[in-house]
């Protein structure tokens, strides 16, 4: 194989849908070789140099293990920004920009105390500073080596978050933690059973105490964060979760029955049951 453009089609036709390998083409070439839009068209037969053609052979072999590319080049995007990824870190999702695009739409922010709980790679309270830099945005995850990915993107992308480790399921926070405004998260929230249809290069190379929950309790990280917000959230404060398609009846309920109001489901672009919000009035 000469790793041209055309190379990669035929190395790994029929090993994914044809827009998906159009789709890793330019991302493999916009970062290795800056290529432009006019490039993609021009040079598609364009032979590389040795050094080129052996790095894009190693990313080629490992598309084909179904190794997600966005770990292949450790890099991806989110809402316009560059995040790091690697193995250990949930894959940053599509569905997730629309939870942040609702976020900064919802509310005013400016002076808000905000708390991102299961922040994998930061994506969404570094998205949100960027966009709202007067918001006090802090944010937690169970994982140490999410964490330290999570500040390393702070870093890239030149905004200031207050990361933290924590187990929402046994949440030990001092006394002194000060109460949000904005409870956000995107907790695991696929099924055992649901396991079954996802594709390969999630099953065999994400973590998977990102994504999975039991059969027997979908709503697990739900509970916890609305025991959490009735705890820690300031009169009027709002929650804006991502959520479970399949689960939206429940989750409005779980959020009734733990003393919110305003309950409120949101559609995702594929018209399915994907965010929920809330307020929380203290009486
Ligand atoms: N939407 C993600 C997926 O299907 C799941 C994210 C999550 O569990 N929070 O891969």
Redesign the pocket.
């Known amino acids: 194989m000469q790793a041209s453009i055309n190379d990669i089609r035929k190395e790994l036709n029929g090993l994914y849908p044809r827009e998906e390998i159009e789709s890793f083409i330019r991302i493999i070439f916009r970062q290795l070789k800056q290529f432009t839009l006019t490039d993609f068209v021009l040079k598609q037969d364009e032979v590389l140099p040795k050094k080129e053609k052996d790095q894009i052979k190693q990313i080629v072999a490992r598309l084909k293990n179904k190794e997600p590319i966005q770990y292949i080049l450790g890099e991806t995007e989110f809402y316009g920004l560059p995040f790091r990824v690697k193995p250990g870190v ?1 894959i940053p ?1 599509p ?2 920009e629309e939870l942040v695009h609702w976020v900064l739409k919802s509310r005013r922010m400016a002076g808000r105390r905000i708390l991102d709980v299961g922040t994998g790679s930061g994506c969404i309270p570094i998205s949100l500073k960027k966009h709202r830099p007067k918001a006090h945005v802090m944010a937690c995850d169970i994982s140490e080596g999410a964490l330290e990915v999570a500040r390393m993107n702070a870093g890239l992308n030149q905004t200031e978050v207050a990361f933290f480790h924590l187990n929402i399921l046994n949440p030990l926070l001092p006394d002194s933690f000060p109460k949000i405004d904005i409870l956000i998260s ?5 099924t055992e059973s649901e396991k079954a249809a ?1 594709s390969d290069n ?1 099953l065999k190379y ?1 973590p998977e105490r ?3 929950v039991p059969d027997h309790d979908p709503l697990l990280f739900y509970r916890a964060l609305a025991i959490f917000g009735s705890k820690y959230l300031n009169h009027g404060g709002q929650v804006l979760w ?1 959520i ?1 398609e399949a689960f939206g009846k429940e989750c409005q309920e779980l959020l009734k029955e733990n003393g919110f109001s305003y309950v409120r489901l949101k559609k995702d672009l594929q018209g399915k049951d994907r965010m929920i919000s809330a307020r929380y009035l203290r009486s």
């Open positions: 949930l999702r569905e997730t995107n907790p695991p929230y696929v996802m999630v994400e990102a994504l999975f991502e479970n």
